[in-house]
């Protein structure tokens, strides 16, 4: 059974910055892409990274370049999400999955930045 766990969301200042992790399990890690989302209650879910199976190749959605930043560590079936110069915007339930095919979504950690 394909499932995700994400963790290390939590409350923090405009331009602080955090660190999310996500477990992955249920199928070979290495050999898939994997992908942060996120949905804000505003706003649909978002794409916010990407990631090739060996970590070389790396894709960021425009509202995060230069701030965040994917990285995997296939060894421990991980994913991660370093988040720097947090903004209000940034508040959501961040998500990881395979960027394909379409797994259903894991609990999600939450992110809120305020003041």
């Known amino acids: 059974q394909v499932q995700f766990v994400e963790s290390g969301g939590g409350l923090v200042q405009p331009g602080g910055s955090l660190r999310l992790s996500c477990i992955a399990s249920?199928?070979?890690?290495?050999?898939?892409?994997m992908s942060w989302y996120r949905r804000s209650p505003r706003k649909e879910v978002e794409l916010v990274a990407d990631i090739n199976g060996s970590g070389e190749s790396t894709n960021y959605a425009d509202f995060v370049k230069g701030r965040f930043t994917i990285s995997r560590d296939n060894a421990k079936n991980t994913v991660f999400l370093q988040m720097n110069a947090l903004q209000l915007e940034d508040t959501a339930e961040y998500y990881c999955?395979?960027?394909?095919?379409?797994?259903?979504w894991g609990p999600g950690t939450q992110v809120t930045v305020s003041l």
């Open positions: 249920g199928f070979p890690f290495g050999k898939y892409a």
């Open positions: 999955k395979r960027r394909f095919p379409n797994d259903a």
